[in-house]
């Protein structure tokens, strides 16, 4: 396995896209959990099965695109854009053998729980996205729905890997906002760093080739296309509710998301769950 840039190699985005590269990433002990099951059990190992134990784990989803961009068929002519696509395609042979999931984020992170923490939250804030996203690409009878719930749910995939490999750096970051709430995020990043966490994101999905559907949604500078606009606004519905509903910015969100889905901002607020106040 690569070793991790340092010294100014570590502030050089190509440095660190070249270590995710031959890194091995971790998965959540959940994951691992679900597919050693899967592998003693040659009955269940449908894609569908082994689909639902990968889903919810952004850095498993990671691995899995990642090997099916490298071992595309020279008769496939379409990108994969969804899990079960590609798991179809490689055959759970293939998922089994080369798609490791021995090296966890919980024994990765162990001697470092406030990144854990912090890690983990963001995980379950990028479910909340991929749900979000994926019910409103349903009620606006987008047929690929499922491509939508994917790039919510990879959307911070740059974050959830420096927290992985940088953990110390992440932590500084965290208490430098925390100490200054004026601060902005990318200043920090790039003073910390050496570059944006969204900068990194775009090398990522640049340079693993990934499907160029999934590529522009991931990047909110197309923010005016509905697609698009669907993931940025249930990434942002996302973390301002992750702490509650009591965000300012939440007003501002549900407008958006009213006139995206073209209803009611009351409406708005009922579909994603905001609570109703007792008289």
Request: negative net charge; hydrophobic residues 45%.
């Amino acid at each position: 396995m690569a070793s991790a840039p340092v010294g100014e190699a570590a502030r050089d985005i190509k440095a660190w896209v070249d270590f995710i590269a031959t890194a091995e990433i971790p998965v959540l002990k959940q994951t691992a959990r679900e597919v050693a099951i899967l592998r003693e059990d040659e009955d269940k190992q449908s894609a569908r099965a082994i689909t639902t134990a990968v889903i919810h784990d952004p850095m498993m989803v990671f691995k899995v695109l990642c090997y099916s961009q490298k071992h595309k068929g020279r008769n496939q002519l379409q990108d994969l854009l969804q899990v079960e696509q590609a798991i179809i395609m490689m055959g759970a042979t293939a998922f089994f053998q080369n798609i490791p999931t021995h090296y966890l984020v919980e024994d990765a992170l162990k001697t470092n729980l406030p990144a854990l923490t912090h890690l983990l939250r963001l995980i379950r804030r990028a479910h909340r996205a991929a749900y979000f996203a994926a019910d409103w690409a349903t009620y606006l009878k987008d047929l690929r729905a499922e491509e939508v719930r994917i790039a919510a749910l990879l959307h911070d995939l740059s974050e959830m890997l420096m927290w992985c490999f940088e953990p110390e750096k992440m932590n500084t970051m965290c208490a430098m906002q925390q100490a200054d709430k004026t601060l902005r995020s990318k200043a920090v990043q790039q003073e910390v760093l050496g570059f944006t966490l969204h900068d990194l994101q775009k090398q990522i999905v640049d340079s693993f080739e990934f499907p160029p559907l999934l590529v522009k949604l991931m990047q909110e500078e197309a923010s005016g296309e509905q697609r698009v606009r669907n993931v940025t606004l249930a990434v942002n519905l996302a973390r301002h509710s992750a702490h509650g509903w009591d965000d300012a910015a939440l007003p501002d969100d549900y407008s958006d998301i009213a006139e995206l889905l073209r209803m009611d901002i009351d409406k708005v607020m009922r579909i994603v769950g905001v609570p109703t106040l007792e008289p």
